[in-house]
């Protein structure tokens, strides 16, 4: 299975500061990775598709790059309501594994 | 607008089996795959299974041998199937709707199960 690595766990910002979070994959899945954000007692939602496609009615604050095996969210000037769970999601090769999470909290 | 919502029996006992139905609106089953993924308490998603819109699935394979999943397109529902229960299985249960390799775009409410005697 295709292990990916989210870092950092816990990212504390303050509103207003840019942020990037990294995704890590256990080996090459080319550009076949997502990224969703979460908040608390919410589902899932789909910021970024195949690592840096946008997503209609997400945030332009909201940007991902990478391909291979590294992967960058980027934040551009976070605010409040971004503030939660972010997971990223690999669709190379089954089982479509899921990172473990950053968790962007309030500095 | 396109929805999912997923219903299940909320309370299983160890051992025991379960279904949860996704019930969609918006879209046709025959033209999108859904994805079941699930998401313990205070953790991470795990993604279960897909069932395509042809038909054809894909399981995690640590699950494969008490997983199924099937749909009834005509009525707009899939199903998940899981016996032999364990503590462990208590978790939130989504369904999300994708196209094939693409990221989840929509997603359910979510379903409780707890597994407990």
């Known amino acids: 299975d295709i292990v990916l690595s989210q870092s950092p766990a816990t990212l504390s910002v303050t509103p207003g500061d840019s942020v990037s979070l990294s995704c890590r994959a256990s080996?090459?899945?080319?550009?076949?990775l997502h990224w969703y954000q979460q908040k608390s007692h919410e589902s899932p939602r789909l910021l970024i598709k195949?690592?840096?496609q946008s997503i209609s009615g997400i945030p332009s604050r909201f940007s991902g790059s990478g391909s291979g095996t590294d992967f960058t969210l980027s934040i551009n000037s976070v605010e409040a309501e971004d503030f939660g769970m972010y997971f990223c999601?690999?669709?190379?090769?089954?089982?479509?594994?899921f990172g473990g999470g950053t968790k962007l909290e309030i500095k | 607008q396109v929805q999912l919502k997923e219903s299940g029996p909320g309370l299983v006992a160890p051992s025991q089996s379960l279904s949860i139905t996704c019930t969609v609106s918006?879209?046709?089953?025959?033209?999108?795959?859904v994805y079941w993924v699930r998401q313990p308490p205070g953790k991470g998603l795990e993604w279960l299974g897909v069932?395509?819109?042809?038909?054809?699935?894909n399981y995690n394979s640590a699950l494969m041998s008490r997983l199924s999943i099937s749909k009834d397109n005509s009525k707009s529902q899939v199903f998940l199937k899981m016996h032999s229960l364990q503590i462990d299985d208590t978790a939130m249960y989504y369904c999300?709707?994708?196209?094939?390799?693409?990221?989840?775009?929509?997603w359910g409410q979510g379903t409780t199960l707890t597994v407990s005697s």
């Open positions: 999300a709707r994708a196209l094939y390799g693409s990221g989840l775009d929509y």
């Open positions: 918006g879209f046709s089953l025959t033209n999108y795959g």
């Open positions: 069932i395509w819109a042809g038909g054809s699935t």
């Open positions: 080996q090459s899945i080319s550009n076949n």
């Open positions: 195949y690592a840096s």
């Open positions: 999601q690999q669709s190379n090769s089954w089982p479509h594994t």
